[in-house]
């Protein structure tokens, strides 16, 4: 019988090591995807996945049932994300290109000479690395907001309540960063369809 997750996170308070494994498969693609987009590097959203569960497990007692479990994951995966990115660039550790954007780009060669129109193609490949460029260059904060409405589809309550701030807060940083974002892209895409 498969347990579900309110028995699984009640097991997990009360000391069953076992119940973390299921909670760890259900979130896991979530925390590595949100990391990956935060830190812009494989091995660091592993790290960070690594330090998310582990706090997860080590924090379980102080999760209130009142609120959802995602959440209150999510907020635990940001907030390791973005410590490690400040950690790193204290260190100013600079990645140029990580493990994942090389598969990318070799899976896009793939499917680019696959594709019926080439051309087509490349141009959708050229305006994802302009977004990806132009995402990448706002500065942390306005990022994950940007990250965690655009590409994780979180509503303003939830951001606010991960990232432990005010939905007029997360609504300004939105504003913020789609207005530089527009500016950014203007030159490749219709201003009116960001």
Aim: proline letters at 2%; hydrophobic letters at 40%; aromatic letters at 8%.
């Amino acid at each position: 019988m498969e347990r579900t997750e309110a028995l699984l996170i009640a097991d997990l308070c009360e000391g069953d090591e076992t119940a973390l494994a299921p909670l760890i498969e259900k979130y896991k693609r979530m925390v590595y995807r949100l990391a990956m987009q935060i830190t812009k590097n494989h091995a660091d959203a592993e790290d960070v996945m690594q330090e998310t569960f582990l706090k997860v497990y080590r924090s379980i007692r102080t999760f209130r049932k009142d609120a959802a479990f995602e959440t209150w994951v999510y907020r635990i995966a940001v907030n390791e994300a973005l410590n490690f990115v400040k950690r790193r660039e204290r260190r100013q550790e600079r990645t140029i290109e990580t493990t994942a954007e090389a598969e990318f780009e070799a899976d896009l060669r793939y499917r680019a000479a696959r594709a019926s129109d080439p051309h087509v193609y490349a141009e959708k490949v050229e305006l994802r690395r302009y977004v990806t460029e132009a995402v990448n260059s706002l500065s942390l904060k306005h990022r994950t907001v940007v990250i965690l409405h655009e590409f994780e589809g979180l509503t303003h309550t939830e951001i606010a309540s991960i990232l432990n701030c005010s939905e007029g807060t997360v609504r300004s940083r939105l504003h913020y960063a789609r207005k530089k974002l527009r500016t950014l892209l203007k030159p490749y895409v219709d201003a009116g369809a960001i």
